[in-house]
């Protein structure tokens, strides 16, 4: 088969750029030309930096040494979210990337621990997990130490440089420069080349689109539409702002609940990432701005920074030879940290799906699908944390415990609700154990559930949790703290 398509340009170096750079050139550089356009005047968004363990499997393909990513980076490790004011004011629970105890072709663990907390000797869900305990008591020791499932906290700005290190080496050009217009071919309506405000123009068969909210490619150039969630998702605005590590590093990110949002803490090596993304409806940028001042420790290291946006999806990521990553294909609020895993897979499928032979539809709606399907799972377990208050405190959360919600969410809650059942399946990002936790923790009970631990011998039910209670405390308390964890592992003395 001839080779079509051998020029792939990506337009934007934000992280989704340098993302898509390190997988086109390293996974398939021997068979195309990679150049990336940005522009240093324009900037990045700059604020993802808490991940998901698939993080870990993209690297894994880049063959991208962990100890050298952490030093580059100044990351940290993460295994989960702390949520805290979520159900009511003053709750707090945990979502960590763990699984709570085993389960068995029969059923999952939580029917076990529904008979014996029936029995009246069921600990706290919670104590059956292991990288919850260890987020808890700040401890951290990577896989071949322990079996832990997790991600990273990471400097966003330094690992759009560490991907760039690394895209040059595999073969990719960057150009700098600012894109004046887009050229689309008269016959076919692609995209055929990117005009600069200098007078180049940079030609290709395909063109990937990275800048970022200006979407300037896929919906400036070719008009694909964006399909508004705000609905359901009503977030709309974020202040984003560094501080000094003034605490201990904990290897989780926190969320706490404020009256018409929510803040974040991430901490990194040498700072922490703060911010506020509240809806503009409720509260004033102001007032979102007091609160986030008043709820910050350590001394501030930038200057808090307003960004602006509308939760959704673009209505197709892939039309004519342009695909949209990052946030010019949507954005669903930063809550369970997915976006850098979404185009890290949009890339990762791009070259499992790579047009060869030039793009067409059935591939184009292929792609389109899995990546419609993966988001609007992503937005129903977003949709969740915000159903499920029972805060009365603000019209804001009083209105977001009324609302409709996707029939899609409700059927889980109700299976949940009625049969402790939770299920991951097809394009389905969150696993059992991601919406067992959110369910318990937002306070959602189940009445009822499998019978299977009645099955088991007299006590053998009891003897298997108190020993996997057991274990992991003991574990736990053999496991280094987090910040010490990374500075042995990482070599570095400048851990905070
Ligand atoms: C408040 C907030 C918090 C977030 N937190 C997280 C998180 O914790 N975890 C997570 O996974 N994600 C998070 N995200 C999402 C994450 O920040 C983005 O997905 C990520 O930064 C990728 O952005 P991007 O590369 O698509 O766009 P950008 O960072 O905006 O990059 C756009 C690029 O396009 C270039 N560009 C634009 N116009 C032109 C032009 N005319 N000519 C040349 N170049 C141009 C710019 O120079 C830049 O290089 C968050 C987002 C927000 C808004």
Redesign the pocket.
């Known amino acids: 088969m001839e080779q079509k398509v051998k020029k792939v340009v990506i337009?934007?170096?934000?992280?989704?750029?340098w993302v898509a750079a390190a997988m086109l050139s390293g996974q398939l550089g021997k068979l195309l030309d990679v150049t990336l356009?940005?522009?240093e005047a324009?900037?990045?968004?700059?604020?993802?930096?808490?991940?998901i363990p698939t993080h870990k499997a993209y690297h894994r393909l880049l063959g991208i040494n962990e100890q050298d990513f952490m030093r580059a980076t100044r990351a940290t490790f993460k295994l989960g979210i702390a949520f805290e004011n979520w159900g009511k004011l003053g709750d707090r629970y945990f979502h960590s990337f763990g699984s709570i105890g085993p389960s068995t072709w029969m059923t999952d663990f939580q029917h076990m621990w529904y008979q014996a907390r029936s029995e009246g000797w069921a600990g706290e869900m919670d104590d059956y997990c292991f990288e919850l305990q260890a987020a808890e008591a700040g401890k951290f020791a990577t896989s071949e130490q322990s079996n832990l499932n997790y991600a990273y906290h990471l400097d966003?700005s330094l690992y759009a440089q560490f991907l760039r290190r690394y895209s040059e080496q595999k073969g990719a050009k960057r150009i700098e420069?600012?894109?004046s217009n887009v050229t689309l071919a008269p016959e076919t309506g692609d995209i055929s080349s990117l005009q600069l405000e200098d007078g180049q123009v940079i030609e290709g068969d395909l063109f990937i689109d990275?800048?970022?909210?200006?979407a300037?490619l896929i919906d400036k150039a070719l008009g694909v539409g964006y399909e508004d969630w705000s609905d359901h998702l009503p977030m709309n605005s974020?202040l984003?702002v560094q501080t000094k590590v003034s605490q201990e590093i904990v290897p989780y990110t926190r969320s706490i609940a404020r009256k018409a949002g929510w803040q974040w803490r991430?901490p990194l090596q040498h700072r922490v990432g703060n911010?506020h993304?509240y809806c503009s409806d409720f509260m004033s940028d102001d007032e979102a701005h007091s609160i986030l001042m008043d709820n910050i420790e350590g001394e501030l290291v930038s200057e808090p920074r307003p960004?602006r946006?509308v939760t959704g999806r673009r209505k197709e990521c892939w039309t004519k030879n342009c695909i949209a990553l990052?946030?010019?294909s949507g954005?669903l609020e930063?809550l369970e940290?997915?976006?850098?895993?979404l185009?890290q897979i949009g890339v990762t499928r791009l070259v499992q799906m790579f047009p060869f032979g030039g793009a067409n539809d059935a591939l184009r709606n292929q792609y389109n699908r899995y990546a419609r399907e993966e988001l609007e799972s992503i937005r129903d377990f977003l949709i969740l944390h915000y159903k499920l208050n029972q805060r009365t405190d603000s019209d804001f959360w009083k209105q977001r415990a009324e609302m409709d919600i996707p029939e899609s969410l409700q059927h889980r809650i109700d299976l949940y609700t009625k049969n402790g059942i939770a299920f991951q399946e097809g394009l389905d990002l969150f696993r059992i154990d991601s919406w067992l936790q959110v369910f318990r923790g937002q306070g959602l009970e189940s009445n009822g559930y499998h019978l299977v631990g009645q099955m088991l011998p007299n006590g053998q039910l009891k003897q298997a949790m108190t020993d996997l209670k057991q274990n992991i405390v003991k574990n736990v308390s053999n496991m280094p703290k987090h910040s010490d964890f990374i500075r042995q592992y990482c070599g570095i003395d400048n851990v905070q």
């Open positions: 337009a934007g170096g934000g992280t989704a750029g356009v940005e522009s324009i900037g990045t968004v700059g604020v993802g930096e808490a991940t966003a420069g600012k894109i990275c800048t970022g909210f200006r300037l974020a984003a991430i911010g993304v960004i946006f990052g946030l010019s954005f930063p940290s997915t976006s850098i895993h185009f």
